[in-house]
C-alpha cells in the first residue's frame, strides 16, 4: 500500500514538472525571437543610415570634367585661343552640364586646372606677373599675355576657358566664382610622370573641378560696364 501511495504521489508531480519546462522552453523561444528581432531592427537601421551617408558624400563630391584635346577640345597652337569647335562646345554641351552639376551639388566655386604635355614652349619673355590680374579684371585681353613657359600656359588657358564660360554662362553658373591653377607637364592623365618631349593630346587638357567656397577667399570674374 505505500508503495502504491508513493507511485501515485509521482505520478501527481510528474505533469507540473513538465508544464514547467514547456513555459522555460517558451520563454526562452521568445527571448531568442525577441533579440533576433532586435539585432535584424537594429541592423536595418544601421544599413538605411550607411545608405543616407553613402548618398550623402555622393552628394558632396561633385564629378570632375575633363576636357583633353584628344577629344577635340582643343586650343590653337601654343596659344591659350580656344579653337572653334572648343568654343560651341561650351556653349552646347559643357554650360549645360556645369548647370546640372550645380543643381545637384551645394557648391559656388569652379576650380578651373590647365595641362600642357611636355613640348617646350618657346622661349620668350613673361607678362604674367604684371599683367596677368589686369587680364582677370577684363581691364586687358588675354591675348596681350606673353607666357614663357607651360606653366604660363596652362594658367593662361585656364583662364581662357573660365572667361569664355563665363561670356556665355546661363542659369545658376552665372553666379558662380572661379579658381585658376595650372599643372603645367606634371600631372598625365595616368598619373605617372615620366620625362617627354613628344606632342600628346591626352595630356593637353583643362579640368573643371567643383567646390564650396567662403566669402573671404571669392575670386570673380567682372565685366565692365
Same mark, same amino acid.
Given at each position: 500500500?505505500?508503495?502504491?501511495? %508513493?507511485r ?10 513538465? +508544464?514547467d519546462?514547456v513555459?522555460? $522552453? ?18 536595418a537601421?544601421?544599413n ?18 575633363? !576636357? ?8 590653337d597652337?601654343g ?8 568654343q &560651341? +562646345? ?6 549645360p552640364?556645369l ?5 545637384e551639388?551645394d /557648391? ?10 611636355? &613640348? ?10 604684371s ?8 581691364? +586687358?585681353?588675354?591675348?596681350? !599675355?606673353s607666357?614663357?613657359?607651360n606653366?604660363?600656359?596652362g594658367?593662361?588657358?585656364a583662364?581662357a /576657358? ?6 556665355y554662362?546661363?542659369?545658376?553658373? &552665372?553666379n558662380?566664382?572661379?579658381r585658376?591653377?595650372? $599643372? $603645367? ?5 595616368n598619373?605617372? !610622370?615620366r ?5 600628346? +593630346?591626352?595630356? %593637353?587638357?583643362?579640368?573643371?573641378r ?8 571669392? /575670386?570673380?570674374?567682372h565685366t565692365q560696364?
Amino acid at each position: 500500500m505505500e508503495t502504491m501511495n %508513493r507511485r501515485r504521489m509521482f505520478e501527481l508531480n510528474y505533469w507540473p514538472s513538465i +508544464a514547467d519546462m514547456v513555459l522555460a $522552453a517558451s520563454m526562452l523561444f521568445l527571448l531568442v525571437w525577441f533579440v533576433d528581432k532586435f539585432s535584424a531592427l537594429e541592423l536595418a537601421r544601421s544599413n538605411q543610415s550607411l545608405r543616407e551617408e553613402i548618398a550623402s558624400l555622393k552628394r558632396d563630391k561633385p564629378p570632375i570634367i575633363t !576636357l583633353d584635346e584628344a577629344s577635340g577640345y582643343t586650343f590653337d597652337s601654343g596659344s591659350p585661343s580656344l579653337s572653334s569647335s572648343f568654343q &560651341q +562646345a561650351i556653349r552646347d554641351e559643357i554650360i549645360p552640364k556645369l548647370n546640372t552639376i550645380l543643381h545637384e551639388y551645394d /557648391v559656388d566655386m569652379i576650380e578651373v586646372i590647365g595641362h600642357t604635355d611636355g &613640348q617646350t614652349v618657346s622661349a620668350k619673355p613673361s607678362n604674367l606677373d604684371s599683367d596677368l590680374e589686369q587680364v582677370v579684371l577684363e581691364s +586687358a585681353s588675354i591675348d596681350s !599675355l606673353s607666357f614663357g613657359s607651360n606653366v604660363d600656359l596652362g594658367l593662361v588657358r585656364a583662364i581662357a /576657358v573660365a572667361k569664355y564660360i563665363k561670356q556665355y554662362a546661363t542659369g545658376k553658373i &552665372q553666379n558662380v566664382h572661379y579658381r585658376f591653377y595650372s $599643372a $603645367a607637364q606634371l600631372i598625365p592623365p595616368n598619373g605617372i !610622370l615620366r620625362l617627354s618631349r613628344e606632342p600628346d +593630346a591626352t595630356r %593637353r587638357r583643362i579640368e573643371l573641378r567643383f567646390t564650396r567656397l567662403s566669402s573671404r577667399s571669392q /575670386v570673380t570674374l567682372h565685366t565692365q560696364g
